[in-house]
């Protein structure tokens, strides 16, 4: 429901695949002092095969 942002994950590759960006996820994201351009949040990225090959890392881990 995008709103804890424990689930944020970085989009290595297939970013063009995902839906767009709604403004609650934005909200919660931009609440991260480390965010970067590639971070969204895995509970509200709307997964289909389309997405075959999309690559993310936890956000925060080496
Ligand atoms: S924002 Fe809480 S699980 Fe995704």
Redesign the pocket.
């Given at each position: 429901?995008?709103?804890?942002?424990?689930?944020?994950v970085d989009v290595l590759e297939g970013e063009e695949k995902l839906n767009e960006m709604t403004d609650d996820e934005y909200a919660?994201l931009d609440t991260l002092p480390d965010l970067l351009p590639n971070s969204r949040?895995?509970?509200?990225l709307q997964l289909n095969n389309n997405m075959d090959g999309l690559k993310v890392k936890l956000h925060g881990v080496s």
């Open positions: 429901m995008a709103l804890c942002a424990t689930c944020c919660m949040l895995a509970c509200q």
